[in-house]
């Protein structure tokens, strides 16, 4: 399959706001794809890459090439060269991969080139949802959507279950299943504005406190433990004192969600960046083991000893999951059976208000009556966590590809520091409306005093609302810290930057 025809494919689905038609256009280009190719093109279309990073930056990607006249870059011959640029390293290293993205670049047609800026740059926005890439799919084989759904959900893939589909039909659907040792997607939460918005909307349901911690998912078979984070990584060898504890469930086979955290020695959490570091970290894992603990904790229970669980109610897993594993490995939660109770109710904020006195992130609220669907956001479960924003002001902006081409789109952040200079705290395309990009592309343009090609640099004088869900350590960044998924809320045109956020507020929201 030719890249121009996933370049193609990619601009129907962003140009469509009608489901049916992006299914259409997702389905004939799964039926002229081969299996081999399948998990490529459903990476490409989901904007993402399949080598994750390759070392390329914007001060590559924006060098301009002359385009070729005919489209001949096949999907796998794309892949093999990420692969080849993902796998420079040493003396020389950038240039080497500045070579390769310019024989890359120089190959692909005026519209494969965008797509590729887009793909590679991580701006590649065209709609292809995984959702749809399943109902695509499913049209294209001839197969029930919730089978194929089911199938993507167990088999912890939409490529591999594309391209068993693209090679054998409906009848590969028997090959995905729930087994000890394959990891499925997780099950994800929606958002509620606050404990009694997610009550009204789930009714009897159970109130679970939402640590600040890593996702992982443990599979035990006997005395072979393996751990998977939410992202299907097996991160097993890292985390021995996981391993222990898994064994030491009453239980022989079983497959167990959970967060794994570290807490100081007063049991409240230590910082989210020390839990991601050394959960991250392959390096020195027995001297880490003893610097920094971490623990397990588990909130569901998908399978045990042969018996798959998906399928029943919360509150029969949860029966299954207190049978093996003693209390301190599991979340602490609330029933709410009656959540119209005014005793109930005032129950359930003061649960969440000492979750949060405790130092974690809030609570998650799930449908006592809600089955377990592995891969899905579903509405039975609704996450509740004080949103924290700060005004900031925008110190430059980068030039946006794909369908952000000729739009200033990745806002440069800054707090105030006390000398009125600004300290830059990270970035974000997050939040940004096709209008807001506009107007803040007309706006940014207005105060602009210097614009490489790759980022406009600004006055600092326009202020932006940003939300974000906490706060880590970086070097990377003047003040040290950095904001944990930050998106646009709006612009403040009616606040000075002399009013904005400070430095000084800003570590103090570390605690």
């Known amino acids: 399959m030719l890249l121009a025809d996933v370049a193609r494919i990619s601009r129907e689905v962003a140009g469509t706001p009608a489901r049916n038609e992006k299914t259409a256009a997702l389905a004939r280009l799964f039926r002229d794809a081969q299996p081999s190719e399948a998990p490529v093109v459903i990476t490409y279309l989901a904007g993402r890459l399949p080598q994750r990073r390759i070392g390329v930056g914007w001060s590559t990607l924006r060098e301009r090439f002359e385009p070729a006249a005919q489209p001949r870059l096949t999907v796998l011959g794309v892949h093999a060269a990420l692969n080849r640029i993902a796998a420079v390293s040493g003396k020389g290293a950038q240039a080497r991969r500045r070579d390769l993205i310019g024989e890359l670049m120089g190959a692909a047609t005026e519209p494969e080139q965008s797509f590729l800026l887009g793909l590679i740059g991580g701006e590649l926005r065209q709609g292809a949802l995984d959702a749809l890439a399943v109902e695509g799919l499913a049209a294209a084989v001839g197969a029930p959507a919730d089978d194929v759904r089911r199938a993507v959900m167990l088999g912890g893939s939409l490529g591999a279950v594309a391209e068993a589909l693209l090679a054998r039909g409906p009848d590969a659907l028997t090959d995905f299943r729930l087994e000890v040792g394959r990891p499925v997607l997780p099950m994800l939460a929606h958002s509620a504005k606050d404990v009694d918005d997610a009550l009204d909307r789930l009714g009897p349901c159970v109130l679970e ?303």
């Open 209 to 511: 406190e939402k640590l600040d911690g890593i996702r992982v998912q443990v599979h035990r078979d006997g005395d072979r433990v393996r751990i998977f984070t939410r992202t299907l990584e097996d991160i097993t060898d890292r985390l021995p004192e996981v391993v222990a504890a898994a064994r030491e469930l009453a239980v022989d086979q079983a497959i167990l969600d959970g967060e794994v955290i570290a807490l100081d020695p007063a049991g409240r959490p230590r910082p989210f960046q020390e839990t991601a570091s050394r959960v991250g970290s392959r390096l020195d894992v027995e001297g880490q083991q003893a610097t920094l603990p971490v623990s397990p904790v588990f909130f569901d229970l998908l399978a045990v000893d042969g018996r798959d669980l998906l399928q029943l109610a919360t509150t029969e897993r949860h029966a299954e999951l207190a049978r093996i594993a003693p209390e301190p490995r599991r979340v602490r939660r609330m029933v709410a059976a009656e959540p119209g109770s005014p005793d109930v109710r005032r129950g359930a904020r003061e649960f969440a208000v000492g979750v949060l006195d405790r130092g974690h992130e809030g609570v998650v609220v799930k449908a006592l009556d809600a089955p377990y669907r592995a891969g899905r956001r579903g509405s039975a479960w609704l996450k509740v966590k004080p949103v924290h924003t700060l005004d900031l002001v925008v110190l430059g902006a980068e030039w946006g590809h794909g369908r952000r081409t000729g739009k200033l789109s990745n806002l440069h952040l800054g707090a105030r520091r006390p000398d009125g200079s600004f300290a830059m705290l990270g970035k974000t395309f997050k939040g940004l409306t096709d209008s807001m990009l506009a107007w803040q592309t007309d706006h940014l343009r207005s105060l602009a005093t210097d614009d490489d090609g790759f980022v406009v640099r600004v006055r600092p004088e326009l202020v932006v609302e940003i939300a974000f869900d906490g706060l880590q350590r970086s070097t990377r960044y003047p003040a040290g810290v950095t904001l944990r998924f930050a998106r646009v809320v709006r612009f403040r045109e009616d606040k000075p930057a002399t009013e904005s956020d400070t430095v000084e507020t800003v570590l103090g929201l570390l605690g």
